[in-house]
């Protein structure tokens, strides 16, 4: 079926890197996604990566897929009280074709100055 | 930028009323979102739609209904409110080209007392 893991809560010191895992379920998915939500509002898209990559670097962000093992992480560089929030991952399934995205149950980042 | 609005931030109702939550989005988006949010439970998908008219039931659509009569507008309806629908509500949208990725709404924190 479908499922989205990731654990619940990470904690990190500012300055340290970050790095938050997921597993999806879905083979097929066509893009996997990096959502995040700060405090009180919605969300936001951090960063993507197409099923062909295996990594994607973004100023301070970089996702590694294992496709293999349908493994999905983000690791956030030099982490900063700024980037405390909920980070959800997400996958597009391809078998799906109603435009739904599966999204994980999110994972709360706490960094301590 | 693709923009989302939501109609009220926060929301207090009592038992049995009817609620109203409005969801527009400006990009010409085909496809629509109503989420609840959670906590420890992520996102769970109520209802989507994909065209004017056209609704799909998600994961929990037990106790809502919504309405899209213009593209740019989604409504998820609860025709009864119950406490147990004292949550976040989520909006989101996406094309239907490219990436996939949904945008989101700043979201609705809904009361039931």
């Known amino acids: 079926g479908e499922d989205v893991e990731q654990s619940l809560f990470l904690s990190v010191r500012e300055g340290d890197s970050s790095v938050i895992n997921c597993t999806y379920t879905d083979s097929s998915s066509t893009y996997l996604y990096w959502y995040k939500q700060e405090p009180g509002a919605g969300l936001q898209l951090l960063t993507y990566i197409f099923s062909n990559m295996d990594m994607k670097q973004d100023q301070r962000l970089t996702v590694l897929l294992n496709k293999k093992d349908k493994h999905l992480s983000l690791r956030i560089a030099d982490t900063q009280t700024g980037d405390s929030a909920i980070y959800f991952c997400a996958e597009s399934p391809l078998m799906d074709s109603s435009y739904k995205l599966i999204f994980g149950s999110g994972t709360r980042l706490l960094v301590r100055p | ?113």
Not at chain 2, 91 to 96: K, P, Q
């Open chain 2, 1 to 113: 930028d693709v923009k989302v609005t939501q109609s009220s931030r926060y929301l207090v109702k009592r038992t049995g009323e009817k609620v109203f939550l409005e969801c527009v989005q400006d990009m010409d988006h085909e496809n629509m979102f109503w989420y609840r949010q959670d906590p420890g439970l992520g996102l769970r998908l109520i209802y989507f739609s994909y065209d004017v008219k056209m609704k799909e039931k998600g994961d929990i659509p037990e106790g809502y209904s919504v309405s899209r009569e213009k593209k740019e507008r989604f409504s998820l309806i609860l025709e009864s409110a119950s406490t147990n629908q004292t949550s976040m509500y989520l909006c989101a949208s996406s094309g239907t080209s490219g990436r996939n990725e949904q945008f989101f709404g700043p979201g609705t924190r809904l009361t039931v007392l």
